[in-house]
């Protein structure tokens, strides 16, 4: 069996190698970047960054029985500050007409645009290639997310943001920044990449600050536009089926596209419930839920279990072997959404 728990510096091993597979801005391939990583999720968790907007959330799917890391995921609870703004491309569309020769277009238009107090972002999310589709790892490690949040509305902005990835070149070029990005910056995206990680500043001085008409660009990159790549359509469907919804805005970097909804219309946001562990261990099987404990103190202060659970008013009872891995007792605070 697996459960989730907040990340620890032991499993920094672990995250290189998961940050090898995804290489993304919230996980890159960089030790340096990912200890920082671990350690503000700590501090995080503990309480130990008074503002909650500046806190950073990384969650492990752990195996049970070898101890071995199967995947990541994470929160950041606002992605866009006055010194680090959030970036994005606005896609609207323009129609021309002319009577004189009676011609009509519809033109794609990209425009750069800035967030200084940005929502919460939900991103990092990567399941080892040897675990993929073993139990709905991916599925776990995005829905605890939800549940976390649900936990602690305070804590988070309005609207919640996942930037999905966009389809990619063989060799992990962008489509998008092969046609844009780098004849404004001269970098290569992996280059622009590892620089936005530290400073986005390059991006609001050297892009266009006008409208930018993708009827420039080549037919394949005006099609990928607002598109995710194939690997990443069933996070899309996930995330549509809980109430994400595209915004008309992708990434100034690979073109993902950017995909939000209000953190208080989330489905799973809405379903979340809060119960007592009954004393019976429950023997039959009942609806799954993902169930959380959560501790003031001790080196995992957050656990989580997909389990069977049966509701019954104000107690909840859950299998041996899920309240063994949650560390719970009868009379103990859960946290519960339904995984569908």
């Not at 080196?299 to 859950?318: H, I, M, P, Y």
């Amino acid at each position: 069996m697996v459960f989730l728990r907040d990340v620890q510096r032991t499993d920094l091993p672990a995250l290189k190698r998961l940050g090898a597979e995804l290489d993304s801005v919230n996980l890159p391939d960089d030790e340096r970047v990912l200890e920082q990583l671990i350690d503000k999720s700590i501090r995080s968790f503990s309480g130990r960054i008074r503002n909650p907007l500046e806190r950073a959330y990384v969650f492990v799917l752990a195996d049970a029985k070898h101890g071995a890391i199967l995947g990541t995921s994470m929160i950041i609870a606002q992605h866009g500050t006055l010194e680090a703004p959030h970036v994005y491309l606005e896609v609207s569309e323009r129609e021309h007409y002319s009577q004189t020769i009676d011609k009509h277009f519809r033109h794609t238009v990209l425009s750069i645009g800035y967030h200084y107090e940005g929502p919460t972002e939900i991103g990092g999310l990567i399941v080892g290639q040897g675990y993929r589709g073993q139990g709905k790892p991916g599925k776990q490690l995005s829905y605890v997310r939800f549940l976390f949040m649900a936990m602690h509305r305070k804590r988070f902005r309005e609207r919640v943001l996942a930037e999905l990835l966009p389809p990619l070149l063989p060799d992990g070029r962008s489509l998008l920044w092969e046609a844009l990005g780098r004849k404004f910056t001269g970098l290569t995206y992996q280059e622009a990449d590892r620089l936005s990680r530290q400073n986005k500043e390059f991006i609001k001085e050297l892009f266009p600050q006008s409208d930018i008409y993708a009827t420039f660009f080549p037919p394949r990159v005006q099609r990928a536009i607002g598109r995710v790549g194939a690997e990443t359509e069933p996070v899309q469907r996930l995330l549509e089926r809980i109430g994400f919804r595209y915004v008309e805005r992708i990434d100034p970097f690979d073109g993902g596209p950017h995909f939000e909804a209000a953190l208080a219309d989330i489905s799973l946001v809405r379903q979340y419930r809060v119960a007592r562990l009954a004393e019976p261990a429950l023997k039959t099987d009942f609806e799954e839920h993902l169930v959380a404990v959560e501790r003031s103190s001790g080196k995992n202060r957050f656990r989580a279990v997909r389990t069977a659970c049966r509701l019954d008013g104000e107690t909840a009872s859950l299998p041996a072997e899920a309240r063994k891995l949650l560390g719970a007792q009868p009379g103990d605070k859960l946290h519960l959404i339904p995984f569908e």
